[in-house]
């Protein structure tokens, strides 16, 4: 990708972002790439801005120097990861608007372009993995490998999602030739749980109820019980993930409040329903098997909207 070095090269200052609720993906590829860019260029300002992140990821390198808040800067170069719509990338949305230069790198099937270049790869299990396809794997540092591996570990569910494919595998392994350190990536990133975390997830479970013809798990948490746990939305993650292993279910869906009183969606299927299709129609994306939009109604309406649409596809 010539666009890619080139652009780096001219580029005086750079900024990275995700998207919002940055996950694993989204955290692992925009530190991956900051460090891959100074590993070869040193002297190049580059600044990260994310919403504030799990502490599970602040063993990556350049997770303390994230910036949470735009900084009215203006850069030669930003880079928009993990991202498939501009609502996705909102708190910075004016530093991407006023940046000379936007390159975005996704794999997300409903991304239809964003910025000045753009390389989207639905086939690839991860942004993380987009980013290996483009660095030169030699110039790939332990530090910036970390990144990229945890990355590969969240969207793929640990190599178990149907996203998994050989060469998903095959970057794995040149990364953990670098000397990543594999199980404590997996344990302290990914299975690790708080004990808040644990105890919402158990009343989503308690609150999920199954429906069209037992093929749809169906779960939501309210306001008040998100402050009963003193859960915040980051502590919801994984949820729809334990919801769609309930045996005999196509499709798991997970709503929660956001807020700006909105709800959001989170839809998986296991083999034949298109939850990008539906995430689409209400203005998300994501995945064929995984995907999410954001509501603005009430829980019951919501409901029904989102089973009606499943239900055309069942
Ligand atoms: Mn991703």
Known sequence: MKEFIQQIQKAKNIGITGH???????????????????????????DVYLEPIGNEFYFLNGSDQILSQDSGQTYDLFFVLDCSSTDRFEPFQKMIETAKYVICIDH????????????????????????CQIFSMDKVSKKCAQCLYTGIVHDTGVFKHSNTTKQTMIYAGELLEKGVESSKIIDETFYQKTYIQNRILGQALINSFLCCHDQVI?????????????????DLNGIIDQLRVTKGTEVA???????????????????????????????????????????FGSFDDTKQKIIEKIEEQL
């Open 20 to 46: 919002i609720h940055p996950d694993g993906d989204c955290i692992g590829s925009c530190l991956g790439l900051k460090q891959y860019i100074l590993d070869q260029y040193p002297e190049k300002t580059i």
């Open 108 to 131: 997300h099937i409903s991304n239809h372009g964003l910025g000045d270049y753009c390389k989207v790869d639905p086939t690839a299990s991860a942004t993380c993995e987009v980013l």
């Open 218 to 234: 169906y779960s939501s948490i309210s306001k008040e019980e998100l402050e009963y746990f003193e859960a915040t939305s980051a």
């Open 253 to 295: 869906v997970f709503l929660y409040p956001q807020k700006e009183g909105s709800l959001k969606v989170s839809m998986r299927s296991n083999e034949k329903v298109d939850v990008a299709k539906i995430a689409e129609q209400f203005g998300g994306g994501g995945h064929i098997r995984a995907a999410g939009c954001t509501i």
